[in-house]
């Protein structure tokens, strides 16, 4: 019989089975996975077993949690690569994993669906406003670059993206 305990018998189920409930909700960085498994109140040493067991059993991934995200906020939260950045660095994911996933991001897509949130938010009456009152413009410019910004766009594509939309507006 073997002295040293087995690690999938010392992190007992309960550590186990809350990292697989976890995961089960959706995809965690390594980071974010130790950090919730201790947050639940299991010591230093259990969450390092479950995290070595979960290794083995390849259900975390930093490279693949990266690009997923991406992917995934990109297109249906429509966030741009600046927000992207900042929500995988809280996640505790590195920075060489995090520049290769934002990679992925093609430009052209970036700025359609910046284009297309810009859209969304010029509602008919405000495209009445402003070619009735052409001052309204700078009021709406702000507005809707200060929306891109806080969804994570760069400043330059948030102007540009919004100066060609209210041109095609008021032309």
Known sequence: MSTTPDPEERTGPSAWDAALRLLGVRARSRHEMAERLAR????????????????RHRLVD???????WVRSRHTHSGRGRVALRQELRAKGVDAAIIEAALAEVDPDDE????????????????VDRLQADPAMR?????????MLLRRGYPQS???DVVTESLDGVTA
């Not at 700078?138 to 200060?146: M, N």
């Open 138 to 146: 700078e009021t709406l410019f702000r507005r809707l670059v200060g």
């Open 111 to 126: 700025r359609a669906v910046a284009a297309d949130l810009v859209a969304k938010k010029l509602t008919p009456t405000q």
């Open 62 to 68: 930093d490279t693949d949690f990266a690009t997923e």
């Open 157 to 159: 594509l948030a102007i």
């Open 40 to 55: 639940k109140g299991f010591d230093a040493e259990t969450v390092d077993d479950v995290m070595t067991r979960l290794d």
